[in-house]
């Protein structure tokens, strides 16, 4: 399975647990769960024609950050305003830890977040290679790991490895 469509896939499971509020930092480590977001926002109405319109969904809404930290605390007071599981996308590495300040609080007051890492190859982890930090329980007691078992009174945090070629057909 390639890399858009694990990441296909993943949006798909974390708008179905509600989430239709995604705030993205773009690196090129989370370019497939971009591409997937960026088929799928709802253009405007005038641009909707051909195969592609079918995908969009005039009630997902991305907002973009260049700052991870600001993403989740912004991504947790439009969790906090309207009850529904708001999802921060980052690329790997530290950016990741980034969120854990809005992890905690929102662990602390019951709020529905999402924090989607991209990650490299579980290979790299231990190597030194760049952008490769232990980011599988980085939050700890803070944010439960699994969609399945999720309960939405506390965040979530799903973690998704991609491999070379990042938006190319790996085998």
């Keep these: ?39 799928r926002e709802g253009p405007p109405a005038q641009e909707r024609r051909g195969s592609l319109a079918d995908a969009r969904d005039d009630s997902l809404k991305i907002f973009s950050f260049v700052d991870e930290r600001s993403a989740a605390f912004f991504a947790l007071g439009r969790s906090k305003l309207h009850g529904n599981p708001v999802a921060v996308v980052t690329t790997s590495g530290t950016a990741v830890a980034e969120m854990l300040p809005a992890a905690i609080e929102a662990y602390y007051s019951g709020i529905p977040l999402i924090l989607i890492s991209a990650d490299r190859p579980a290979r790299f982890r231990g190597t030194g290679a760049p952008q490769s930090i232990e980011q599988i329980g980085l939050f700890g007691v803070y944010a439960d790991t699994s969609l399945e078992a999720w309960t939405r009174t506390k965040p979530l945090h799903l973690n998704v490895e991609f491999d070379e070629p990042l938006l190319g057909n790996a085998e």
């Design 1 to 39: 399975m390639g890399n858009l469509d694990v990441a296909r896939r993943l949006i798909d499971d974390v708008r179905a647990a509600g989430a239709n509020e995604f705030c993205v930092c773009a690196g090129s480590r989370n370019s497939p769960l971009l591409v997937i977001l960026s088929e």
